[in-house]
């Protein structure tokens, strides 16, 4: 039986790298979108070109009501989820002092907020099927803290608490749930950079570069197929960071 996946914040960067890999293992996928409707558009023409098709569907994850209609619909159309991917998620560089309400808000409704309350939606499916593989963006930042990224590091550290607690609660009904914290990867969401500061950084990596979204789909494809893996927050990042 074919398998069904939910992927937040398909549009763009990672989460549209992960919708095309998951796509091409003949998974049906139903690529979450937000603000680029276009991106999505062109991500579904893209894999069409190679007969494959997905579904994408606009919502706003960091909202409740968009978060559960996302999935009554994927539950209406497919009838099981048995792959959720919580990527959607927003930086924000700023020093600690100039942060305000509204950034924390923002940062910890789209980061983390997101993921629980896609979770919550989906895991019902899941339970009944006893079956079900939840991946988590996080980030680096998570694991080790990112000066002028403070909220942003809480937001992730919260979405390994997340990943923890729940692998922990969902284990009996066989249901993995993991992390994926990436290291520097090739985005829009660096394009502040410039490219002195990525030839620093890249310095910093044992590896020699910073990663790309393919890394990150394949530690994807390898977690999915997996089976006895859960609650591990597992680090991508070219051995920048080691713990
Ligand atoms: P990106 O290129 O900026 O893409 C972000 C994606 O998230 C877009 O598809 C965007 O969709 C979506 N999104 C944002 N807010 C959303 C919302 N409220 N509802 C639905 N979708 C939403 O960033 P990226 O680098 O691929 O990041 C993906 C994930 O990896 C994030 O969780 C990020 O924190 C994490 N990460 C990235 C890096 C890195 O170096 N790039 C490192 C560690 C962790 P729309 O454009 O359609 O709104």
């Given at each position: 039986?074919?398998?069904?996946?939910?992927?937040?914040?398909?549009?763009?960067?990672?989460?549209?790298?992960?919708?095309?890999?998951?796509?091409r293992?003949?998974?049906?996928?139903?690529?979450?979108?937000?603000?680029?409707?276009?991106?999505?558009?062109?991500?579904?023409?893209?894999?069409?070109?190679?007969?494959?098709?997905?579904?994408?569907?606009?919502?706003?994850?960091?909202?409740?009501?968009?978060?559960?209609?996302?999935?009554?619909?994927?539950?209406?159309?497919?009838?099981?989820i048995?792959?959720?991917?919580?990527?959607?998620?927003?930086?924000?560089?700023?020093?600690?002092?100039?942060?305000?309400?509204?950034?924390?808000?923002?940062?910890?409704?789209?980061?983390?907020?997101?993921?629980?309350?896609?979770?919550?939606e989906?895991i019902?499916?899941?339970?009944?099927?006893?079956?079900?593989?939840?991946?988590n963006?996080?980030?680096?930042?998570?694991?080790?803290?990112g000066?002028?990224?403070?909220?942003?590091?809480?937001?992730?550290?919260?979405?390994?608490?997340?990943?923890?607690?729940?692998?922990k609660?969902?284990?009996?009904?066989?249901?993995?749930?993991n992390?994926?914290?990436?290291?520097m990867?090739?985005?829009q969401?660096?394009?502040?950079?410039?490219?002195?500061?990525?030839?620093?950084?890249?310095?910093?990596?044992?590896?020699?570069?910073?990663?790309?979204?393919?890394?990150?789909?394949?530690?994807i494809?390898?977690?999915?197929?997996?089976?006895?893996?859960?609650?591990?927050?597992?680090?991508?990042?070219?051995?920048?960071?080691?713990?």
């Amino acid at each position: 039986m074919k398998k069904i996946a939910i992927v937040t914040g398909a549009s763009r960067g990672i989460g549209r790298e992960i919708a095309k890999t998951l796509a091409r293992k003949n998974i049906q996928v139903i690529a979450n979108y937000n603000k680029s409707e276009e991106a999505a558009n062109n991500l579904k023409n893209e894999l069409k070109e190679e007969d494959i098709e997905i579904d994408i569907k606009k919502a706003d994850v960091s909202r409740r009501e968009e978060a559960k209609q996302l999935v009554e619909y994927t539950l209406k159309k497919y009838g099981r989820i048995d792959i959720l991917i919580n990527n959607a998620g927003i930086s924000e560089y700023k020093l600690f002092t100039d942060e305000t309400d509204e950034d924390w808000n923002k940062v910890i409704n789209t980061n983390l907020y997101s993921a629980f309350a896609m979770s919550q939606e989906v895991i019902p499916s899941m339970i009944h099927n006893k079956q079900g593989c939840i991946i988590n963006i996080s980030s680096a930042w998570g694991v080790v803290g990112g000066a002028l990224e403070v909220i942003y590091s809480v937001s992730k550290a919260g979405i390994d608490g997340l990943t923890k607690a729940l692998a922990k609660e969902l284990g009996p009904s066989s249901i993995r749930v993991n992390s994926i914290a990436p290291g520097m990867i090739d985005t829009q969401m660096n394009s502040n950079f410039n490219a002195e500061e990525i030839k620093q950084i890249e310095d910093e990596i044992p590896l020699g570069r910073v990663g790309n979204p393919r890394d990150i789909a394949r530690c994807i494809e390898w977690l999915i197929e997996d089976e006895y893996t859960t609650g591990q927050i597992i680090s991508v990042n070219g051995g920048w960071i080691i713990t």
